[in-house]
């Protein structure tokens, strides 16, 4: 399978503080894209991070990207209430050279008021 | 002023029956896809269109058949359904071919019983 992989699952925090999300992925890319899911909705695109960049920042989000190891993590400073979401990273599939997404398994995040 | 609209938001159906399900987007974008999440939230590609012209059909059943009438509309039928279709179908486009930053619509729950 191709599909990448998140950790942690799930994590819980309190308001205010960071969270980290690590993402492995098993073949080359051209980009990398985080992308949240609110419960019950569609995803909404966060960032994306090309191949030749090690670093991304928007806002309270923070992404690295290191291609030698085939990861990434987000890094969500500062979180609300209302970050509470599941967080996925998604790559493109660069043998096929198609604009296929692959996903991978999620990080629930619980952010506690 | 939805970017990508999909109809019905839940569907409930007896297995055997045909469905479909339609999606539009009034972004202007070229190409569109349709995801499956089941219900560990695991997402895979299933098909994608640029331009109405079909780019990627992921070993899907052969009992799902995507159409797009025009590069706005991307409907995706179902014949004959069975117990494990039960899941919940994303309708996404991005600009073009190689841009694949995707915009989501809010899902399709299906359930099969």
């Known amino acids: 399978s191709q599909q990448g992989e998140e950790d942690p699952q799930a994590l819980s925090i309190q308001e205010g503080e960071n969270a980290t999300m690590n993402c492995s992925y098993k073949t080359s890319i051209n980009n990398l894209q985080w992308y949240r899911q609110n419960s019950g909705r569609g995803l909404v695109h966060l960032i994306l991070?090309?191949?030749?960049?090690r670093e991304k920042h928007s806002g309270r989000l923070r992404v690295t990207l290191d291609t030698s190891k085939k990861s990434s993590s987000l890094l969500i400073t500062a979180s609300r209430a209302a970050d509470t979401a599941s967080y996925f990273c998604a790559t493109d599939d660069y043998l096929s050279n198609t604009d296929k997404l692959i996903f991978g398994t999620g990080t629930r995040l619980q952010v506690f008021p | 002023d939805t970017a990508v609209s999909q109809t019905p938001k839940y569907l409930v159906t007896q297995m055997g029956n045909d469905k479909s399900i339609k999606c539009e987007q009034n972004?202007?974008?070229?190409?569109m896809y349709w995801y499956k999440q089941d219900s560990k939230k695991f997402l895979k590609i299933m098909f994608s269109?640029?331009?109405?012209?079909?780019?990627i059909n992921e070993t899907v059943p052969n009992r799902f058949s995507p159409k797009s009438p025009d590069k706005a509309h991307l409907n995706l039928h179902i014949n004959s359904l069975e117990l494990g279709d039960s899941a919940v179908y994303f309708c996404?486009?991005?600009?073009?071919?190689?841009?694949?930053?995707?915009?989501f619509g809010q899902g399709t729950r299906l359930t099969v019983v």
């Open positions: 269109y640029n331009n109405k012209e079909l780019i």
């Open positions: 972004l202007g974008h070229d190409t």
């Open positions: 991070i090309r191949s030749n960049e």
């Open positions: 996404a486009s991005s600009l073009t071919q190689g841009n694949t930053e995707a915009f």
